[in-house]
């Protein structure tokens, strides 16, 4: 069983930076795909980016792609997402999200096993 918290969020200008945070519960963080999905108000989730187990590969959504950076510290069972660049569009809930499997990347959000609560990014133009 693993938890999922994600913080971060907020309100920012267009062009400007936010850096969300997820922190995982237990000992075994280690061994999952880790990914971003965010949902805007009336449409589906969608993928953002994702990061194999050991952090040595990533992925990202075309949209975000040159803008956002995935990363995590096994040590601190923390992923993070650098966003910079940032525009209206991205206005959503962002959502970290667990996957046990071995093939990476997965970017499909049914096949992700855990969810944190997400966090609420606001852009204003």
């Known amino acids: 069983q693993v938890q999922l918290a994600e913080s971060g969020g907020g309100l920012v200008q267009a062009g400007g930076s936010l850096r969300l945070s997820c922190v995982a519960s237990?000992?075994?963080?280690?061994?999952?795909?880790m990914g971003w999905f965010r949902q805007a108000r009336g449409k589906e989730r969608e993928f953002v980016a994702a990061?194999?187990?050991?952090?040595?590969?990533?992925y990202y959504a075309d949209s975000v792609r040159g803008r956002f950076t995935i990363s995590r510290d096994n040590a601190k069972n923390t992923v993070y997402l650098q966003m910079n660049s940032l525009k209206p569009e991205d206005t959503a809930v962002y959502y970290c999200?667990?996957?046990?499997?071995?093939?990476?990347?997965?970017?499909?959000?049914?096949?992700?096993?855990?969810w944190g609560q997400g966090t609420q990014v606001t852009v204003s133009s």
């Open positions: 237990g000992r075994t963080f280690s061994s999952y795909s």
């Open positions: 990061i194999s187990s050991s952090g040595g590969s990533t």
């Open positions: 999200a667990a996957n046990s499997y071995k093939r990476f990347p997965i970017a499909t959000p049914s096949l992700f096993t855990y």
